[in-house]
Nanobody, 123 residues
Framework: QVQLVESGGGLVQAGGSLRLSCAAS????????MGWFRQAPGKEREFVAA????????YYADSVKGRFAISRDNRKNTVYLQMNSLKPEDTAVYSC????????????????WGQGTQVTVSS
């Protein structure tokens, strides 16, 4: 089992920044690829970003590319999502997720999920 706890969400004005954190416990965190997803009200959950076990390879949805950055610190069992130039359409509940693979494959589904943290961007 892997337990994931997100933090860092909140209310920010458009153009602002937030950094989300996801603390993992349980099985060996450093072995797994990690991802961030988001779900806006009335919409389906969508992929935001993913990172390989080593942190070398990162992947982003087109909608956040160039504005968001995913990173990880395996010594702290934590994955981060730095969000810059936020837009009102970024408003959603953001959840981190763990894959039972060391690398990310487009379209693959995570195995473990956190509860999520709310991000609200005002215009």
């Amino acid at each position: 089992q892997v337990q994931l706890v997100e933090s860092g969400g909140g209310l920010v004005q458009a153009g602002g920044s937030l950094r989300l954190s996801c603390a993992a416990s349980g099985r060996t965190f450093s072995s797994y690829a990690m991802g961030w997803f988001r779900q806006a009200p009335g919409k389906e959950r969508e992929f935001v970003a993913a990172i390989s076990w080593s942190g070398i390879n990162t992947y982003y949805a087109d909608s956040v590319k160039g504005r968001f950055a995913i990173s990880r610190d395996n010594r702290k069992n934590t994955v981060y999502l730095q969000m810059n130039s936020l837009k009102p359409e970024d408003t959603a509940v953001y959840s981190c997720a763990a894959y039972l693979t060391s690398t990310y494959s487009r379209g693959s589904s995570p195995t473990y999920w956190g509860q999520g943290t709310q991000v609200t961007v005002s215009s």
